[in-house]
């Protein structure tokens, strides 16, 4: 099934790609599932707010302290 946007829920293979990881590195990050019937599937949301939580390279601690 092609989408023109990526669903709410996402199996692991999906989800991997809409991150840009591997499935194994997807699977040790420890990010939340849901489950439906037997499926376990990632919810988008929480893959952005994995992804908004990483930091910019170069960037500097909100404390201004260096690293």
Do not use: C
């Not at 989408?3 to 499935?23: C, N, Q």
């Amino acid at each position: 099934m092609a989408h023109d946007f990526p669903p709410r829920l996402m199996p692991a293979p999906t989800a991997a790609r809409y991150i840009g990881v591997s499935e194994s590195t997807l699977r040790n990050l420890g990010l939340p599932k849901r489950e439906i019937g037997s499926k376990r599937v990632y919810d988008k949301r929480d893959l952005d707010a994995y992804a908004d939580q990483l930091p910019y390279t170069g960037a500097k601690p909100e404390n201004g302290n260096e690293w």
